[in-house]
Nanobody, 115 residues
Framework: QVHLVESGGGLVQPGGSLRLSCAAS????????MGWFRQAPGKEREFVAA????????YYADSVKGRFTISRDNAKNTVALQMTSLKPGDTAVYYC????????WGQGTQVTVSS
């Protein structure tokens, strides 16, 4: 069982930055890949970024490549998403996912990019 709690969302102007964090409970956190997804109003949930259990491999959606960075700290059971050069199109609820068997999701955190 893995419980995930996201934080760090908010309102930011275009071109600004935000750092999202996901805190995980569960002894096996460091053995699972982790990811970030987002869902904008009226749209399907989409993949944003993922990181391997060790942190040695990362993956990004083309839409965020070069602007977002995913990282993890297995000692603190956290995964982060550093977002820079934000655009209005990045506005969405951002969800943390643990790629354990069956998958676990957090409750989401709202990111709004607007002037």
């Amino acid at each position: 069982q893995v419980h995930l709690v996201e934080s760090g969302g908010g309102l930011v102007q275009p071109g600004g930055s935000l750092r999202l964090s996901c805190a995980a409970s569960g002894r096996a956190f460091s053995t699972y890949a982790m990811g970030w997804f987002r869902q904008a109003p009226g749209k399907e949930r989409e993949f944003v970024a993922a990181i391997s259990w060790s942190g040695s491999r990362t993956y990004y959606a083309d839409s965020v490549k070069g602007r977002f960075t995913i990282s993890r700290d297995n000692a603190k059971n956290t995964v982060a998403l550093q977002m820079t050069s934000l655009k209005p199109g990045d506005t969405a609820v951002y969800y943390c996912k643990c790629y354990a068997s069956g998958g676990y999701w957090g409750q989401g955190t709202q990111v709004t990019v607007s002037s």
